[in-house]
């Protein structure tokens, strides 16, 4: 007896026609991403927000800048295309979803985040 594992053509088309995962836009939670932002408060959200490390430079206000444009820039700093030691450090140990919840939570809140 012998058995012979057919696919079907259909199914083998659907999978292919599937999207890449890498390519699916992470959603944002900003509810998520309140309970990450301990990590950034340090510096996004002290008063006059100015760092001293490497050296004094100003921290920009994120709070209320475009999801988008934050994601971006988190990716940025993360593949190197963004030159920051402070950031690299920082976006080095963030996911996409991350860097979602964190755009949504600092995109939504005008007044959070420095
Ligand atoms: C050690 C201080 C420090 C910490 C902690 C920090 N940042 Fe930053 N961040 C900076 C500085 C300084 C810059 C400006 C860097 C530059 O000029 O490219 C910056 C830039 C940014 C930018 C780009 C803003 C713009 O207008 O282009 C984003 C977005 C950002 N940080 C998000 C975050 C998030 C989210 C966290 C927490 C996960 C975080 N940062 C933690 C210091 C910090």
Do not use: N, W
Request: aromatic share 8%.
């Amino acid at each position: 007896m012998k058995r012979v594992a057919v696919v079907p053509a259909g199914l083998l088309c659907l999978f292919l026609a599937a999207p890449a995962a890498s390519q699916e836009p992470v959603k944002g939670d900003a509810q998520a991403g309140s309970t990450k932002k301990s990590m950034c408060e340090g510096c996004h959200g002290i008063a006059l927000y100015s760092t001293a490390y490497p050296e004094v430079y100003r921290v920009p206000k994120i709070g209320g800048q475009s999801q988008q444009y934050l994601v971006h820039a988190l990716r940025g700093y993360r593949s190197g295309e963004r030159k920051h030691p402070s950031m690299l450090g920082i976006a080095k140990s963030l996911s996409d979803q991350d860097m979602a919840d964190l755009a949504a939570y600092y995109g939504a809140a005008a007044g959070a985040g420095r």
